[in-house]
């Protein structure tokens, strides 16, 4: 008999959250989800969602049957429309409220796949107020949109759409020919972003033919993608996650529990928001040397922020928001450090918001990062410079969500006000102390910018 130890190819949590944040500045990232997404929903899995076929086939099925051979043999006996109809009538019992899947939202995909027909995903979505487009057919293809949206690409159908869902082994053998181009994004986004695998056991190899086919051509080239699995303790499935990897290039994350996937999506989804600096400010008129000052306060701080890896969210705030953006998109483009879309999340204000919409788009901004920097703020009234509304309103706004707030006295105005009420109340930022007086009066920009990267590199999340 021979013995050999088999060795576990698998990444710490901590190295996942890392590599994750690398590509998500770099390329972009994408979600899988599969099946085991419907237990956090209180909803059955493909196992439980087939017993009653099984009942009424007189056999027993396990987590070890191949259940697309086993749903093909109920629609050999009793035929495809009643099968249909069974898991149309199942799915649609069912309350949609995900842990797992508002994790998973908050993490900030753009693009998420699934093998599952149900509607969770969509639904969670609209609870965020958030847009999504759903793609299921070919044809929707077409509706694909990468601004504000997220796309929710589903391999197999969706329940909306019976006739066409994948369930059988037949609809298997058949999905090249029947979704030839479907896959043909599959792989294009497998090529160009990391994946993040989830609640997916890999059995119907669609995926894993798609990843086979990239590495003949690509090789060594290929990208590393990640799967979050419950650990099975067994020689077996080490064997299996040690394959994904040699093979197909995906290294797995374990756990113990399933609980613990939902805390490890919203750790990564911390560290993202670390990695995160909302800018607010804005000013109508400045006297030439104050303008200049603020031209060259705002190139210094966008370039220190992208050399030291954070990247930068603003709404475009007068004048401030012009100058950020045309700083920061220079260095990314001359140095080629990133995705544009990635390291500068602009996100201009419409021309004519209530002030519920404008309150609410100024909570989205800066719910999109840990740390609020505050400079000028200024509008005119009248011809003569007043403290700006928006710029206070974002600071209070900050505040109740308990973000970093770093205001620069030194520029005046709304964030000369930010500055004083946070000086009086300085043992609420602690982080701060060491650095109050650059803050007020400091005006050399490259120590001001340096001081903020300091304040930043402190607080990051552990």
């Given at each position: 008999i021979?013995?050999?130890?088999?060795?576990?190819?698998?990444?710490?949590?901590?190295?996942?959250?890392?590599?994750?944040?690398?590509?998500?500045?770099?390329?972009?990232?994408s979600?899988?989800?599969?099946?085991?997404?419907?237990?956090?929903?209180?909803?059955?899995?493909?196992?439980?969602?087939?017993?009653?076929?099984?009942?009424?086939?007189?056999?027993?099925?396990?987590?070890?049957?191949?259940?697309?051979?086993?749903?093909?043999?109920?629609?050999?006996?009793f035929g495809?429309?009643?099968?249909?109809?069974?898991?149309?009538?199942?799915?649609?019992?069912?309350?949609?409220?995900?842990?797992?899947?508002?994790?998973?939202?908050?993490?900030?995909?753009?693009?998420?796949w699934?093998?599952?027909?149900?509607?969770?995903?969509?639904?969670n979505?609209?609870?965020?107020?958030?847009?999504?487009?759903?793609?299921?057919?070919?044809?929707?293809?077409?509706?694909?949109?990468?601004q504000?949206r997220?796309?929710?690409?589903?391999l197999?159908?969706?329940?909306?759409?019976l006739?066409?869902?994948?369930?059988?082994?037949?609809?298997?053998?058949?999905?090249?020919?029947?979704?030839?181009?479907?896959?043909?994004?599959?792989k294009?986004?497998?090529?160009?972003?990391?994946?993040?695998?989830?609640?997916?056991?890999?059995?119907?190899?669609?995926?894993?033919?798609?990843?086979?086919?990239?590495?003949?051509?690509?090789?060594?080239?290929?990208?590393?993608?990640?799967?979050?699995?419950?650990?099975?303790h067994?020689?077996?499935?080490?064997?299996?996650?040690?394959?994904?990897?040699?093979?197909?290039?995906?290294?797995?994350?374990?756990?113990?529990?399933?609980?613990?996937?939902?805390?490890?999506?919203?750790?990564?989804?911390?560290?993202?928001?670390?990695?995160n600096?909302f800018?607010?400010?804005?000013?109508?008129?400045?006297?030439?040397?104050?303008?200049?000052?603020?031209?060259?306060?705002?190139?210094?701080?966008?370039?220190?922020?992208?050399?030291?890896?954070?990247?930068?969210?603003?709404?475009?705030g007068?004048?401030?928001?012009?100058?950020i953006?045309?700083?920061?998109?220079?260095?990314?483009?001359?140095?080629?450090?990133?995705?544009?879309?990635?390291?500068?999340?602009?996100?201009?204000?419409?021309?004519?918001m209530?002030?519920?919409?404008?309150?609410?788009?100024?909570?989205?901004?800066?719910?999109?990062?840990?740390?609020?920097?505050?400079?000028?703020?200024?509008?005119?009234?009248?011809?003569?410079?007043?403290n700006?509304?928006?710029?206070?309103?974002?600071?209070?706004l900050?505040?109740?969500?308990?973000?970093?707030?770093?205001?620069?006295?030194?520029?005046?105005?709304?964030?000369?006000?930010?500055?004083?009420?946070?000086?009086?109340?300085?043992?609420?930022?602690?982080?701060?102390?060491q650095?109050?007086?650059?803050?007020?009066?400091?005006?050399?920009?490259?120590?001001?910018?340096?001081?903020?990267?300091?304040?930043?590199?402190?607080?990051?999340?552990?």
């Amino acid at each position: 008999i021979k013995f050999f130890k088999v060795v576990y190819s698998m990444i710490s949590k901590e190295d996942f959250i890392n590599a994750i944040i690398a590509n998500k500045q770099e390329n972009g990232i994408s979600a899988f989800v599969g099946a085991g997404l419907c237990s956090d929903a209180q909803m059955p899995d493909w196992l439980h969602l087939l017993q009653p076929c099984a009942e009424e086939l007189g056999v027993s099925i396990d987590e070890n049957t191949d259940l697309f051979k086993f749903a093909q043999y109920y629609a050999n006996t009793f035929g495809y429309n009643k099968l249909r109809k069974l898991i149309n009538k199942t799915l649609n019992t069912y309350q949609h409220d995900s842990t797992l899947v508002s994790s998973i939202l908050n993490v900030g995909f753009k693009s998420i796949w699934t093998t599952n027909y149900d509607k969770i995903i969509e639904n969670n979505i609209v609870k965020l107020n958030a847009f999504s487009n759903t793609i299921f057919d070919e044809k929707d293809l077409v509706n694909i949109s990468w601004q504000n949206r997220i796309n929710i690409f589903k391999l197999n159908g969706d329940i909306s759409n019976l006739n066409n869902i994948v369930i059988t082994q037949s609809d298997i053998d058949n999905y090249q020919n029947n979704h030839a181009l479907f896959l043909t994004f599959l792989k294009r986004e497998l090529v160009t972003n990391t994946f993040i695998f989830i609640g997916y056991s890999f059995n119907d190899h669609i995926v894993l033919s798609a990843l086979a086919e990239i590495n003949q051509y690509l090789g060594e080239s290929s990208n590393t993608h990640y799967t979050i699995m419950k650990n099975k303790h067994t020689d077996e499935f080490k064997m299996f996650i040690e394959d994904l990897e040699k093979r197909y290039h995906i290294k797995t994350v374990l756990v113990e529990e399933y609980a613990e996937i939902p805390l490890l999506l919203d750790k990564l989804k911390r560290r993202i928001l670390d990695s995160n600096v909302f800018i607010s400010g804005s000013f109508e008129y400045l006297p030439s040397a104050e303008d200049t000052f603020a031209y060259s306060l705002c190139k210094s701080l966008g370039e220190k922020l992208i050399d030291s890896n954070y990247n930068i969210v603003t709404g475009f705030g007068r004048n401030i928001g012009y100058y950020i953006s045309g700083v920061v998109t220079q260095k990314i483009i001359n140095n080629n450090i990133g995705n544009i879309e990635e390291r500068l999340i602009l996100r201009p204000f419409a021309h004519i918001m209530t002030s519920e919409e404008d309150t609410q788009f100024r909570k989205l901004l800066i719910s999109n990062a840990n740390s609020t920097v505050y400079m000028f703020g200024q509008h005119l009234k009248n011809g003569q410079p007043e403290n700006s509304r928006g710029t206070l309103e974002e600071y209070k706004l900050a505040k109740s969500m308990k973000k970093i707030i770093i205001p620069l006295g030194v520029t005046g105005y709304s964030s000369r006000e930010i500055f004083n009420d946070v000086k009086k109340n300085l043992i609420c930022y602690p982080y701060l102390e060491q650095y109050i007086d650059v803050l007020e009066n400091e005006r050399d920009v490259d120590i001001i910018s340096s001081c903020i990267i300091s304040i930043l590199n402190r607080v990051r999340t552990s």
